[in-house]
C-alpha cells in the first residue's frame, strides 16, 4: 500500500479549452478567522480557553403539577490550538465511499476540472456540513445584519486535503481500478485522477469472516488475512496502525468503517458484555466477534478513535467498556446521507405541527455492492433497525399525540412500548441503477377532527456522493474533539480531562447515534445540528445561537 499523502499539488488545467479555475469556496484554505473578545474567552499559542454557562432546568412532576427549578453550571473548555497531522485508514478503502473519498480529495488538492455533459465541472466540498454550511456567530451592530462563518471556521480544524489516507480491504484491486469498478464520478475525472489513484497502490489485507457479510461478496475475497485466529488478525490490525502512523509522521489516525455491512453480533454475557470478556473472546476466537469489532479494539487499544459507518452492532457493551478504560473515542452508527436524514426532519415537522404520523412507509432500491451486500437477509436486518429508531425520540417528546409507556405493563406489549406509528423500511437490489438510489416515502397521518393527510416523497441521488462528505465531516470532528479538554468548576473539577469516549456530537451525520450508555438518544435533526453548534461556540465562550431576536420583538 501506498498511502495518498498531501502534495504541493498543481492547477495546471487538463486541455487548451480549461482555463485554471479559483479554488472552490467550500475548498479554500483560510487563518483561523476568530477572535472573541470577553473576559470568557482567552488565548495562548497551544490553547483556546473558554469559560461557558450550561443552562437547564430541573423538573418534578407531582399530581399533574410540574416544578421547575433552573440550573446554571460552570464549565471551562480548553481547545489546543495546534490541528493534529491526522491519517484516516478506512475499512473498505477499495468500495465504492472509499474511492470516491480518495479521488474526490485528489481533485480538490490539485484543482482537477473535469468535463461532463452539461459543461466544466470544479471540485469542491459541497455535502460537507463543515465545509459547506454556515453558522451566524451574532449581528453588525451598526446595521443588525446576521453574520455568518463557515462552520469549519469557528475553531481550528483539519483541512479535507490534508489527509493522509490508507486502509484496507478484502479486495485486492489497486486503488485505480477500484475507482473504475465503482462507476460513481463521471469518466473525465476518472481519466485525470487515474494517476494519482494508482500512485495509493492497493489496500492492505482485511479480516474476513464470511459468517458476518453476504455470501455474494465471497467473490471479492482475494485480499484477506490468513487464518482464523482471531487475536492473531487483532495483533496485525494493530500492527498496520503503528506502521502507518510511523511512516507519516502523524499525530493522530482514524480509524474508519466504511465496510460491508454485517449482521448484528449476539450479545452474550461472559462474551463480548465487559471489557475483559471482550478481549478473552478475541484471544479464544468466539464466532460472535465481527470484524468490526475486531477493528475497534485493534484502534482503541493503540488509543485512535474508531468511527463506525454501518449499522451493525460493532459497539458491544465490552467494547464501549474498552474505550472508557482507555479513553480511546468511539462514535457511529451507519452514516446518514438521505432518506433517513429527510426523515427525522420531516416526521419532526408534522409532530412539531401537532400532526399525527400514524405510518411511515419507506422503500428504496439501488444496485451497487451495498445494496448487493443488502440483498441478503441477516444483513438487511441491521440496516432495517437503524433506519426504523430514528422518530422514536420525537414520538416520545409529544404524550398529547402518542400515549406514552403505561408503567407495570407486561414487558413487550404495545402498552409497554407505548404508541408509534407504523413504520415499515425496504430495500432491493436493482442492478442496472448502479450507484443511483431511489427512494420512495409516505407518510400517512391523522389530520384535524378524523382527517388524513398523505405526503408522498420520491427521492433520486448518487449515494456514494451523499455518503463521502460525511466521512469527512466525521474524521475532522473526531480529531477536533480529541484536541478539546473541560473542567466542571461548578464540581470542583481541578484538572482538564477529555470528552466521554462515546462522541455524541457526531450524531448529525448518524442514523443509529451512539449515546453514553443510560442516556436517551436523540435523532431530530435540529437538535443534533443545534447541540454541535452550540458546542463549537461554547469552545470559544458564546453562547448557542438564540432564535429570540429580543431586538426586533421590543421597542
Known amino acids: 500500500m501506498a498511502p495518498y499523502v498531501p502534495s504541493s499539488g498543481s492547477n495546471t488545467p487538463d486541455s487548451q479549452f480549461e482555463s485554471v479555475l479559483p479554488v472552490h469556496p467550500t475548498a479554500v484554505r483560510r487563518p483561523y478567522p476568530i477572535v472573541v473578545q470577553s473576559e470568557n474567552t482567552s488565548y495562548s499559542d497551544e490553547h483556546i480557553t473558554a469559560k461557558f454557562t450550561n443552562r437547564g432546568a430541573d423538573v418534578v412532576v407531582t399530581d399533574g403539577l410540574y416544578k421547575v427549578v433552573p440550573t446554571a453550571k460552570q464549565y471551562e473548555f480548553q481547545t489546543a490550538r495546534k490541528v493534529s497531522k491526522t491519517g484516516l485508514m478506512m475499512v473498505g478503502w477499495g468500495g465504492n465511499n472509499g474511492t470516491t473519498l480518495s479521488a474526490t480529495i485528489l481533485a480538490n488538492k490539485h484543482n482537477i476540472v473535469w468535463h461532463t455533459k452539461s459543461g466544466i465541472q470544479q471540485p469542491n466540498y459541497i455535502g460537507s456540513l463543515l465545509r459547506a454550511s454556515t453558522v451566524r456567530l451574532g449581528a453588525d451592530p451598526s446595521t443588525g445584519k446576521d453574520i455568518h462563518v463557515p462552520i469549519s471556521d469557528v475553531l481550528p480544524m483539519v483541512h479535507p486535503n490534508d489527509l493522509v489516507l490508507g486502509g484496507w480491504d478484502i479486495s485486492g484491486a489497486p486503488l485505480d481500478e477500484a475507482m473504475k469498478r465503482a462507476e460513481v464520478l463521471d469518466w473525465d475525472l476518472q481519466r485525470q485522477v487515474a494517476p494519482h489513484m494508482a500512485a495509493l497502490g492497493k489496500p492492505l489485507p482485511s479480516v474476513y469472516y464470511p459468517d458476518f457479510i453476504a455470501a455474494n461478496q465471497e467473490a471479492r475475497a482475494d485480499n484477506v488475512l490468513p487464518g ?55 484471544r479464544a476466537s468466539h464466532a ?111 404524550a398529547l399525540l402518542f400515549r406514552p409507556p403505561q408503567e407495570g405493563a407486561p414487558k413487550g406489549s404495545k402498552e409497554a412500548k407505548g404508541e408509534h406509528p407504523d413504520h415499515i423500511v425496504v430495500i432491493k437490489y436493482v442492478p442496472a441503477v448502479g450507484d443511483s438510489k431511489r427512494a420512495i416515502d409516505e407518510y400517512y397521518s391523522e389530520i384535524f377532527c378524523g382527517g388524513r393527510s398523505t405526503i408522498n416523497i420520491f427521492n433520486e441521488c448518487e449515494d456514494s456522493l451523499l455518503a463521502t462528505p460525511l466521512i469527512l465531516d466525521l474524521t475532522i470532528l473526531t480529531e477536533l474533539l480529541s484536541r478539546v479538554k473541560y473542567r466542571n468548576v461548578s464540581g470542583g473539577q481541578a484538572e482538564f480531562a477529555p470528552l466521554y469516549p462515546v462522541l455524541s456530537l457526531l450524531s448529525y451525520m448518524l442514523k443509529a447515534p451512539l449515546v453514553k450508555p443510560g442516556t436517551d438518544v436523540v435523532n431530530s435533526l435540529n437538535r443534533q445540528r443545534n447541540a454541535l453548534e452550540a458546542f463549537l461556540k461554547a469552545c470559544i465562550g458564546l453562547e448557542g445561537s438564540s432564535d429570540l431576536l429580543l431586538e426586533t420583538r421590543i421597542w
Open 228 to 282: 482464523a485466529d482471531k487475536q492473531a488478525h487483532l495483533e496485525q490490525l494493530r500492527a498496520d496502525i503503528r506502521a502507518f502512523k510511523a511512516a507519516h509522521a502523524l499525530d493522530r489516525v482514524v480509524v474508519f468503517w466504511t465496510a460491508n455491512t454485517e449482521r448484528y453480533a449476539d450479545v452474550i454475557p461472559g462474551v463480548n458484555d465487559t471489557a475483559d470478556n471482550m478481549l478473552a473472546a478475541i
Open 288 to 398: 460472535e466477534v465481527a470484524p468490526s469489532t475486531l477493528f475497534a479494539v485493534a484502534a482503541i487499544l493503540e488509543g485512535e478513535p474508531f468511527v463506525n459507518g454501518a449499522p451493525q452492532n460493532t459497539f458491544v457493551p465490552g467494547v464501549i467498556a474498552l474505550a472508557e478504560r482507555h479513553q480511546a473515542f468511539i462514535g457511529g452508527d451507519d452514516l446518514k446521507s438521505g432518506q433517513t436524514k429527510l426523515k427525522s426532519v420531516l416526521a419532526e415537522f408534522l409532530v412539531n405541527a401537532g400532526i399525527k404520523p400514524l405510518s411511515i412507509a419507506s422503500y428504496n432500491h439501488l444496485g451497487n455492492n451495498d445494496g448487493h451486500n443488502l440483498s441478503a437477509e441477516r444483513q438487511f436486518k441491521s440496516k432495517e433497525i437503524s433506519k426504523s429508531s430514528v422518530v422514536d425520540d420525537m414520538v416520545s417528546a409529544n
